[in-house]
């Protein structure tokens, strides 16, 4: 069974603070994807890494994708509080026939003003 | 494009009553999904379909059915509700191993 873990699990900051939040899992996967959700919605695509050791900016944010596929992060510079939300990673498996993503259970930020 | 449609976005259930939410696309997606998401536990997948008249299970499907007659449309049924089915159910869609697109949700709670 392939298994996504994040941390923090809470992540309380001021605005103009860095931050990086994980994902991890003992497993390998052919793609990840971070997610950002707001209270009431569904989660949104943020990114989509491929390829080991592969870095994507997007604006502030930057994702990293481990050199074995196992892990990425995500680093926010000089977060704001519109930077607050549930961030989610998911897993696109090696092992399954089927395109069926694994979802981590989410790093909860919050940017106070 | 309105992308994916959740109906309703709130419902209280009673305890052994059934009901159906409703998720409808309109991206030609192949794939659909139903995912549950409880405080603290991600997103867990109830089932899936890679097309019309094709479904399968996913993680935690026990004491739900879907069906797919059409490449747009994607129900939930609950037969029986019970109090562990209290969530917040999410319908996705994608082009198969592309990116999910997820609709805003249905916040249900059985009493």
């Known amino acids: 069974t392939q298994l996504l873990e994040q941390s923090p699990q809470f992540l309380s900051i001021q605005e103009g603070e860095n931050l990086t939040v994980y994902c991890n899992s003992s497993s390998v996967f052919s793609s990840l994807q971070w997610y950002r959700q707001e209270p009431g919605e569904g989660p949104v695509l943020l990114v989509t890494?491929?390829?080991?050791?592969e870095v994507k900016k997007l604006k502030r944010l930057t994702f990293q994708f481990g050199d074995a596929r196992k892990d990425s992060s995500l680093h926010i510079t000089a977060a704001q509080p519109g930077d607050t939300g549930l961030y989610l990673c998911a897993g696109e498996g090696v092992e399954t026939s089927y395109d069926k993503v694994i979802f981590g259970p989410g790093t909860s930020l919050s940017v106070i003003p | 494009n309105a992308g994916v449609t959740q109906t309703p976005k709130f419902r209280i259930l009673k305890i052994g009553q059934s009901m159906t939410l409703q998720c409808t696309q309109d991206?030609?997606?192949?794939?659909m999904y139903w995912y549950r998401q409880d405080p603290g536990m991600g997103l867990k997948l109830i089932y899936y379909s890679v097309g019309a008249g094709i479904t399968d299970k996913g993680e935690v499907p026990n004491g739900y059915n879907v069906s797919r007659s059409t490449t747009e449309d994607f129900p939930l049924r609950l037969e029986l509700a019970a109090p562990s089915q209290t969530s917040v159910y999410f319908c996705?869609?994608?082009?198969?191993?592309?990116?999910?697109?997820f609709g805003d949700g249905t916040r249900l709670s059985i009493l």
């Open positions: 991206m030609n997606h192949n794939y």
């Open positions: 890494v491929v390829t080991g050791g």
């Open positions: 996705a869609s994608s082009h198969g191993g592309q990116p999910q697109h």
